[in-house]
């Protein structure tokens, strides 16, 4: 009866004989066995966990079998004293089903050890549910691998975000970190650009650097040399994920299909590199929606030559520039001025109306407006706070 | 996402920063909430904020720490009317506080005066 009942959960004639002959359970009746078995994976699937889950567990923590409901259920109250629903509860212990054998001294133990390293409530929450192993790893390996960090130069805050991001990196081998931060330096990056790349990216700990760089290889047969790309990846280091790095071709491309040469592409890129962040949808859209303000396909392209951080702007706030700027009587210098729509518009409305009281803005006169703070002073002995505030 | 349809986000604008960033959808609502009112604290307008975001949906998984440590580093370095700068150079939320220090440094050290350097950062696009 219980060998049926094991093999129809999916328990191989191995694992039924392995409880049969593991203590206490083998001091067990059949028909007991039989009962706490289906005592508590009713339980259990109630609170779906799965065949191959409930397997996993029983056969790691065999004792489980000689739980009864009220002592799993008084276990699940401690988890939820520390801050871990049922569900939670249940996600931990499919993952590490040793957490069932310690006590909650032993597990506040560890919580104070993170807490001792200076991670808050959250960060621990975090840490044991993405990786209940933490549990086994000791006291010592723990402060060993935050040292490291430490030593290497992460701040504290750094190093924290890095081991809440990946807390397996807590049992990682010291060597295996090194040769992966040998491996981006190896590409030329510093010291400090490798804290912050890792800093955005912890995952990276976890891949091969030179895999992910062999991606940007797109990039050099279009003309991009290693130095631009380190710089690119220097600026952005967002770039590094994946779900940028496998379209890299595919956006030069589209760039490419909407009129821009190759050397554009590359001072565009090198200039405003958030551009290869954005979708590819996003930058035809963005295209197509400054044509529709009036403008043909070159005309777009010499605009964010000029201006690239058009490919980023909204619409509304580029179209408000464009009006104003046709008002004022500049709207045939925006093609070859684009660089005029970087600048905010009440910005520029305030010094419009100032200049206007003593000259008229005209195709002569214009780069009055865009003068830096020092240079508008020294003309017109107005600081910016008095021009915004009107007080003139 | 609610919170940026309450701040008259449209459903095509969420979508579009979301192809962009999509480690927005890992944000709560709440810090959305916060990293928004910090943009509209400091002076800017709704129109100014869909710019920002628009153009930087990085700002969105940046921390509100880090952003409330870059905005005190403007401050300190003397920086004014922000919301002027941010909605020029949406990026430049994506810069540390240490980056910004550094940077400011950096020209300091090339001789460039207190001024100078606020000049060229405002008005600047590559750097």
């Known amino acids: ?392 | 996402m609610d919170v940026l349809i309450r701040f008259g986000f449209t459903i095509e604008e969420i979508q579009n920063m979301m192809n962009s960033n999509e480690d927005i959808l890992q944000v709560d609502d709440s810090e959305i909430e916060e990293l928004i009112k910090l943009l509209k604290g400091i002076g800017c307008s709704l129109n100014s904020i869909k710019n920002i975001l628009s153009c930087n949906p990085f700002y969105l998984t940046r921390g509100l720490n880090s952003i409330k440590k870059l905005l005190n580093k403007f401050y300190e370095l003397g920086f004014s009317y922000l919301y002027i700068l941010f909605d020029s150079n949406p990026y430049i939320l994506n810069k540390s506080d240490t980056d910004l220090e550094e940077l400011y440094n950096q020209k300091i050290s090339e001789g460039l005066t207190k001024s100078e350097v606020l000049d060229f950062i405002q008005y600047n696009m590559f750097f």
């Open chain 1, 1 to 392: 009866m219980l060998d049926e009942y094991l093999e129809n959960i999916g328990y191989s004639n191995k694992q039924t004989s392995f409880f049969k002959k593991t203590y206490p359970i083998s001091s067990y009746s059949e028909s007991t066995l039989l009962y706490n078995f289906k005592t508590i994976y009713n339980f259990f699937k109630k609170n779906n966990v799965d065949n191959k889950s409930f397997i996993y567990i029983t056969t790691t923590v065999p004792t489980i079998i000689c739980e009864s409901i009220e002592n799993i259920k008084n276990k699940i109250h401690d988890f939820y004293l520390l801050g871990f629903n049922k569900l939670e509860f249940f996600f931990i212990l499919k993952n590490y089903p040793y957490i069932y054998s310690l006590n909650l001294s032993k597990i506040k133990q560890k919580f104070d050890q993170l807490y001792n390293l200076g991670f808050d409530k959250e960060n621990v929450h975090s840490i044991i549910i993405q990786y209940p192993s933490i549990f086994s790893c000791s006291v010592a390996n723990m402060k060993k691998a935050f040292q490291f960090f430490l030593k290497f130069g992460y701040s504290s805050l750094e190093a924290i975000f890095i081991f809440t991001n990946i807390p397996e990196l807590f049992q990682y081998d010291e060597d295996l970190i090194s040769k992966t931060i040998d491996d981006v330096k190896h590409f030329g990056f510093t010291n400090s650009d490798v804290i912050k790349i890792t800093s955005f990216l912890p995952e990276l700990f976890l891949s091969n650097f030179g895999k992910i760089l062999e991606k940007f290889q797109c990039l050099i047969e279009f003309g991009y040399t290693e130095k631009s790309i380190v710089s690119l990846i220097r600026k952005i280091p967002f770039i590094l994920k994946s779900e940028y790095l496998n379209l890299l071709d595919s956006k030069i491309d589209v760039l490419s299909s909407l009129g821009f040469f190759k050397d554009d592409i590359i001072l565009m890129i090198s200039h405003n590199p958030y551009i290869l962040l954005y979708s590819i949808e996003t930058l035809k859209d963005k295209f197509l929606s400054i044509q529709s303000l009036g403008y043909s396909s070159s005309d777009v392209v010499k605009m964010i030559q000029g201006c690239p951080f058009l490919f980023g702007y909204h619409i509304k706030s580029i179209e408000e520039k464009i009006e104003f700027y046709k008002e004022c009587g500049l709207g045939s210098l925006i093609v070859d001025e684009s660089k005029f729509l970087f600048y905010n518009l009440n910005f520029i409305k305030s010094r419009y109306q100032f200049i206007s009281k003593y000259e008229k803005i005209s195709m002569k006169n214009y780069f009055l407006l865009f003068l830096n703070d020092s240079d508008f002073y020294n003309k017109y002995s107005i600081t910016k706070e008095e021009l915004l505030k009107g007080d003139y």
